[in-house]
Nanobody, 124 residues
């Protein structure tokens, strides 16, 4: 049984930083893309960042230059370093895994496994 467990969310002031972690269990995902999405109240879940098995990274324009995604295949874990956080970054952040071999798809339908989410709140 695959489980993705996020951690690292919390409350931070604008301009601050947080580091999210997502540990996967039940299956090894070293050959698959891992990513982060977020969902703010009243909005649809949106793509934030992804990293392929090769290390290639992809970012939403809204976070490019502020967020960094990385992975540790030995730990089956993906990270999201978030710097220069702004109130509009407030959302529940979800990690996800695409178990296919396709290139990264930023739509939610392409991702096979999801974590339960962790709340990130940025105060102004």
């Amino acid at each position: 049984q695959v489980q993705l467990v996020e951690s690292g969310g919390g409350l931070v002031q604008a301009g601050g930083s947080l580091r999210l972690s997502c540990a996967a269990s039940g299956r090894t995902f070293s050959q698959h893309a891992m990513g982060w999405f977020r969902q703010a109240p009243g909005k649809e879940r949106e793509f934030v960042a992804a990293i392929r098995w090769s290390g290639a990274t992809y970012y939403a324009n809204s976070v490019k230059g502020r967020f960094t995604i990385s992975r540790d295949n030995a730990k089956n874990t993906v990270y999201l370093q978030m710097n220069s956080l702004q109130p509009e970054d407030t959302a529940v952040y979800y990690c996800a895994v695409d178990a296919s071999a396709r290139t990264v798809v930023t739509s939610t339908w392409a991702w096979d496994y999801w974590g339960q989410g962790t709340q990130v709140t940025v105060s102004s």
